[in-house]
């Protein structure tokens, strides 16, 4: 059996299955799940306990993780979401194999097993309005009133139950409740529902149900028909284990899992409750569930966010029993450095300038070789066409500019990266007084970058050639709420107000250089100086790929948090 000594990695739930293992529990088996309800689309949030569940069946010989759809709500779910978290959980890199279950194909059992609890006088029909439930419950301080009906036979609790599934009542007629303690300090023990009634189809049974079981029965038992031997899930249920053991215990079941619970992920500046995110896409706040600024498995790879970036993320937050938040920024930086590695170097001029090179002949094209990656000779090189009329960024020049600019002003010199030194003579406006043209002479001396008479320059800026530029549209996107926590239920303020009203920035026409014509979706690059970029899959067609920015160079907002 594995040690797991790799301090990376270990955390206090590995360190439980060590010693599990150690006592050769559940016959040295690790089994975990992972255990979404097919209502909405995975987030970041999720990557964390698929990151863990997976993380943890790989870590550990013959360990195993399931993939099981939690389907027993049957109004708010959907194969749409069904297809998109199979699709979602595969990108991240992770493989259930065979074993991909729904709860709703144990319904049968389950309600089998309901039926044991009744036989078993742990179990009953209740016929107390929702109002008189809630009534009857008590409070944190109070204890309940057992419901009237708690007392009957189990001969006519089973033929109540029969005729709940048999449809004979109406919604809201009854429940069948479990019967526990109504004087429980702990509120979920208070006879708690396990079968509602809901006149409903249900996305994969159709219409063979009218009771759908609830949640907290349903989850225990699946773990154990699917032998879970360590059942991970947030701290919201810790409340909830009483009870996910107490069903358990009554039950012929063929094991019984271990919960347990570690803390959610919160990331500042953005919302993983799949309520709001539903309401942002249902709305239209944003374009769907794949809007690049949305925090969804779909959206992050949208954007251009990797899966070894999004599971390094999860590597790195580690994993604790209490709830803190992370600052998006770590994320962030997961991204830069993965695409760091892997990303061609690539100039494109999203603020075009146009710069005529007055001394360099009309007509004439020349190819500069330029490595895609300046110290990785790995990742090739191309040819960048040069010509008389290039573009460069609006913000590498300045009429007057301060001592510390070391681009390019009337009269100084830069270097255009892999091309020449080149010197501004003049300024051309338009009658408003904007600058519309820079005239520039060239050193043909410079080629490759360097003076042979070793005059340096402080500035490097990067430019198109125009004739050859691929014009086309890139989206720089930022993030979704200017405020770090947007959903901290604040006083007369809505989350939604917190909306960044500059998330996204369209360019219609950028320059880049021409190699980028041939980019195919998903593909991501560096644009220098600039950030890092990928190719829309949705909005690009053939010759005309669109740009999504993933992120920036640097944290610019540090740098504004700093200032
Ligand atoms: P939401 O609150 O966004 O609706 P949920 O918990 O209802 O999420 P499920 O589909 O039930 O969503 O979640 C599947 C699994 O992912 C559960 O085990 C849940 O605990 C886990 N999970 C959900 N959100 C987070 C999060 N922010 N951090 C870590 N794990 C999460
Ligand atoms: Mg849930």
Redesign the pocket.
Known sequence: MSENANPATSNFIRNIIDADLKQNKNDGRVHTR????PNGYLHI??A??ICLNFGIAEAYPGGLCNLRF?DTNPEKEDVEYTDSIQNDVKWLGFDWGDRLFYASDYYEQLFDYAKNLIRDGKAYVCHLSADETREYRGTLTEPGKPSPYRDRSAAENLDLFDRMRAGEFEEGECLLRAKIDMAAPNMNMRDPAIYRIRKVAHHRTGNDWCIYPMYDYTHCVSDALEGITHSL??LEFEDHRPLYDWFLDQLPVPCHPQQIEFA??NLNYTV????KLNELVTHKYVSGWDDPRMPTIVGMRRRGYTPEAIRDFCDRIGLTKNDTVIDVGVLENCVREDLDRRTRRVLAVLDPLKVVIENYPEGDTEYLDAPYHPNNPDMGQRQLPFSKEIYIEQSDFMEDPPKKFFRLGPGREVRLRYAYFITCNEVIKDNAGNIIELRCTYDPETKGGNAPDGRKVKGTIHWVSAEHALKTEVRLYDRLFNDPKPDSNRHEQDWKDFLNTESIQLIKEACLEPSLLHAKQEDSFQFERTGYFCVDKKDSVNGKPVFNRTVTLRDSWAKEKNK
């Open positions: 992972f255990p979404p309800e949030g999720h964390k306990s939690d899930c947030t959610r992920l993983t409750s799949k309520r």
